[in-house]
């Protein structure tokens, strides 16, 4: 199995950057993709970014230009640079990773990213 463990979230000012990380431990192998979710109150989790085999990526219209995934060295590892913060960015990020030949969904347990000033 695979598992995932975030950092990185916390308090920024409107217009600050932060950086979250997502290590993944176990059969690293079978990961198809990682990308980053989000989930503000009331509101349902949405795709923010992904990666997949070959640095292909994809990226919501929301973040376009201002967010960037990348994969650390080691290819477990999976970094989102979110710069030019918005308010509207404020949630929980989680970290995702598909995996094996079921596709199955894997989760991290999340880390909050408020921007707020």
């Known amino acids: 199995q695979v598992q995932l463990v975030e950092s990185g979230g916390g308090l920024v000012q409107p217009g600050g950057s932060l950086r979250l990380s997502c290590a993944a431990s176990?059969?690293?192998?079978?990961?198809?993709?990682m990308g980053w979710y989000r989930q503000s109150p009331g509101k349902e989790r949405e795709l923010v970014a992904r990666i997949r085999s070959g640095g292909i990526t994809n990226y919501a219209e929301s973040v376009k230009g201002r967010f960037t995934i990348s994969e650390g060295n080691a290819k477990n590892t999976v970094y989102l640079r979110m710069n030019s913060l918005k308010p509207e960015d404020t949630a929980v990020y989680f970290c995702?990773?598909?995996?094996?030949?079921?596709?199955?969904?894997?989760w991290g347990q999340g880390t909050l990213v408020t921007v707020s000033s």
């Open positions: 176990g059969r690293i192998s079978s990961i198809n993709t």
């Open positions: 995702n990773a598909v995996v094996g030949v079921t596709y199955l969904n894997i």
